[in-house]
């Protein structure tokens, strides 16, 4: 009986092992994926972001600066 109860345990605490090392996998990858993406998004909101602004700088009179507002106030 104890080792039947033994590999019963044995056999459990693999199949949990096994299932979290899988979960695991999937996760990194997804969060990979994720990662991927985000990077993306980034890159293109700063291509849309410098697109605008050149195109802000073109509306300028010459010679004007645009206005500066101070990052401590």
């Given amino acids: 009986m104890a080792v039947s109860n033994f590999l019963?345990?044995?056999?459990?605490?693999?199949?949990v092992a096994t299932l979290m090392?899988?979960?695991?996998r999937?996760?990194?990858?997804?969060?990979?994926?994720?990662?991927k993406q985000i990077r993306v998004w980034m890159e293109e909101a700063?291509?849309?972001?410098?697109?605008?602004?050149?195109?802000?700088?073109?509306?300028?009179?010459e010679g004007k600066?645009?206005?500066f507002k101070d990052p401590s106030a």
């Fill in 46 to 61: 700063g291509a849309e972001a410098s697109k605008i602004g050149e195109e802000a700088a073109k509306k300028l009179p």
């Fill in 21 to 24: 090392s899988k979960d695991i």
């Fill in 26 to 35: 999937k996760t990194t990858t997804t969060l990979r994926q994720n990662v």
């Fill in 8 to 15: 019963m345990t044995a056999a459990a605490i693999a199949a």
């Fill in 65 to 67: 600066k645009p206005p």
